[in-house]
């Protein structure tokens, strides 16, 4: 293998390391730590692995939402694909699984998945 596929490859696998970490497997010493709540989101360092329950208040416009738990408000990045087959309204009680975005003035949620909870 020549030294950029090396390189390539390498960061490859941190990068499937990174999901896999989200997504569960090893939790242990040297993971980062998973934000649970909108406090802790606020203050989190960017690409934080974060997992919120709460409520999807409002739309603001080209994939972004109002995220709501007892803690607070985020503003939550949805792609259209990661949306489950189900309506969800501001009632519905939803689990976003993703990462904080640390912007030069906020933090955001960039989520992976949105779970309805039952």
Known sequence: MTRPHALLAALL??????????AGGYSGPGTATRVTTVAAALS?????????????????????????????????????????ARTIDAQTRVRLIGEVERGLFKRTLDVDRVEIID
């Not at 974060?50 to 985020?74: K, P, T, W």
């Open 44 to 84: 989190a360092a960017d690409d934080t692995p974060a997992v919120l329950q709460g409520h999807i208040l409002r739309h603001h416009g080209n994939e972004r939402y109002a995220f709501s738990d007892a803690s607070g408000e985020i503003l939550a990045e949805i792609d259209d694909d990661e949306w489950p």
């Open 13 to 22: 696998g941190c990068a499937l390391m990174t999901n896999a970490a989200i």
